[in-house]
């Protein structure tokens, strides 16, 4: 069965072996990665990120690089028209327009990123190639389009009829155009995987804040903010509203937290305070951090309660929940 965050929620339970946990309270709640127990080892965002752990990993397994394993895998999210934040069926802006944004980054350090790209169903893979192609980190808007149009991508309508018709919706609500911000509109998936080498890589990819301003973007494709990688230390990926992330380059921080010698946990733990620090007047917002250092130690924390995230290694495929700081 196809897990999606809707058919999730109401089975409260994941098949296939996997199982959802009260509390994620141990960074070693599986065990330890090591060159003793060579990976893969793969980690994402959201119950729904266990379709993306389940390609990425059997990829991982035929010795396929973490980078092009990831890409495989968050294309399965983007390509789900099921899934209304990311990719194919994401929501639109308030103009109606499908506007989408994504990054990756490997274990070398090199990054790619493309920001409100239109009419293109794959943006991480715009992205890898922005990366692998060119010497920018970022293109966006129509310069993005037009590089994967001369790339081979096509270009296709991302509007479907449900996202549509929840756009229609959202119109009578506020028919002159004010825009909303929530804590359910903004599930980005974000992977971070270590395979056979011990080498890792991430990768995000979202459809944004539903109904924001046209041209608004938001964290993911920012390096350093929705996602960062360093092969010497770990990475982090973010979900949740961008704003607060990016004025704070949340993943970054923890990562470079865990350069301190900080566990993943904890290094969450404290990205989620510096937010809360900077915004505790703030309503309606929602910030989730996960990490996995180089160890396999994974750590994931968020401002509410309600993120939970997916974990696929050699012994488990589970959709866990994680702690929160605002009880």
Same mark, same amino acid.
């Given at each position: 069965?196809?897990?999606?965050?809707? @058919? %999730? /929620?109401?089975?409260?339970?994941?098949?296939?072996?996997?199982?959802?946990?009260?509390?994620?309270?141990?960074?070693?709640?599986?065990?330890?990665?090591?060159?003793?127990?060579?990976?893969?080892?793969?980690?994402?965002?959201?119950?729904?990120?266990?379709?993306? @752990?389940?390609?990425? %990993?059997?990829?991982?397994?035929?010795?396929?690089?973490?980078?092009?394993? #990831?890409?495989?895998?968050?294309?399965?999210?983007?390509?789900?028209?099921?899934?209304?934040?990311?990719?194919?069926?994401?929501?639109?802006?308030?103009?109606?327009?499908?506007?989408?944004?994504?990054?990756?980054?490997?274990?070398?350090?090199?990054?790619?990123?493309?920001?409100?790209?239109?009419?293109?169903?794959?943006?991480?893979?715009?992205?890898?190639?922005?990366?692998?192609?060119?010497?920018?980190?970022?293109? /966006?808007?129509?310069?993005?389009?037009?590089?994967?149009?001369?790339?081979?991508?096509?270009?296709?309508?991302?509007?479907?009829?449900?996202?549509?018709?929840?756009?229609?919706?959202?119109?009578?609500?506020?028919?002159?155009?004010?825009?909303?911000?929530?804590?359910?509109?903004?599930?980005?998936?974000?992977?971070?995987?270590?395979?056979?080498?011990?080498?890792?890589?991430?990768?995000?990819?979202?459809?944004?804040?539903?109904?924001? #301003?046209?041209?608004?973007?938001?964290?993911?494709?920012?390096?350093?903010?929705?996602?960062?990688?360093?092969?010497?230390?770990?990475?982090?990926?973010?979900?949740?509203?961008?704003?607060?992330?990016?004025?704070?380059?949340?993943?970054?921080?923890?990562?470079?937290?865990?350069?301190?010698?900080?566990?993943?946990?904890?290094?969450?733990?404290?990205?989620?305070?510096?937010?809360?620090?900077?915004?505790? @007047?703030?309503?309606? #917002?929602?910030?989730?951090?996960?990490?996995?250092?180089?160890?396999?130690?994974?750590?994931?924390?968020?401002?509410?309660?309600?993120?939970?995230?997916?974990?696929?290694?050699?012994?488990?495929?589970?959709?866990?929940?994680? @702690?929160?700081?605002?009880?």
């Amino acid at each position: 069965m196809k897990i999606t965050r809707r @058919n %999730f /929620v109401k089975a409260g339970v994941i098949t296939s072996g996997g199982i959802l946990t009260s509390q994620f309270s141990s960074s070693k709640l599986f065990g330890r990665f090591s060159a003793d127990s060579p990976g893969p080892i793969v980690i994402s965002t959201w119950d729904f990120g266990i379709n993306a @752990n389940s390609k990425t %990993f059997d990829l991982l397994q035929k010795n396929v690089n973490s980078l092009d394993s #990831i890409e495989a895998g968050i294309n399965v999210i983007e390509n789900d028209p099921g899934i209304n934040t990311v990719g194919y069926g994401g929501l639109p802006d308030e103009d109606g327009i499908v506007t989408l944004d994504a990054s990756i980054m490997d274990w070398k350090g090199n990054a790619g990123s493309v920001a409100a790209i239109e009419g293109i169903k794959n943006p991480i893979s715009v992205a890898k190639l922005v990366m692998q192609k060119t010497k920018h980190v970022m293109l /966006v808007g129509d310069g993005a389009k037009k590089f994967a149009l001369a790339n081979g991508f096509k270009e296709e309508n991302l509007l479907t009829e449900d996202s549509r018709k929840a756009w229609l919706e959202w119109k009578k609500e506020f028919p002159h155009g004010a825009y909303r911000v929530d804590s359910k509109n903004h599930d980005t998936i974000g992977l971070l995987a270590i395979d056979k080498s011990n080498n890792m890589s991430g990768g995000v990819s979202t459809s944004g804040l539903a109904f924001k #301003i046209h041209g608004r973007v938001g964290d993911s494709p920012i390096i350093g903010a929705a996602m960062f990688v360093d092969n010497e230390v770990g990475g982090a990926v973010a979900t949740g509203n961008g704003e607060f992330v990016m004025k704070t380059l949340g993943s970054f921080l923890i990562v470079e937290k865990m350069r301190e010698g900080l566990s993943p946990q904890k290094a969450c733990e404290f990205a989620i305070q510096r937010i809360y620090k900077n915004s505790r @007047n703030e309503k309606d #917002i929602q910030i989730g951090y996960l990490a996995l250092n180089k160890n396999g130690e994974r750590g994931a924390f968020s401002l509410y309660d309600g993120f939970n995230f997916s974990l696929t290694t050699q012994n488990k495929n589970v959709v866990l929940k994680s @702690n929160f700081l605002i009880k």
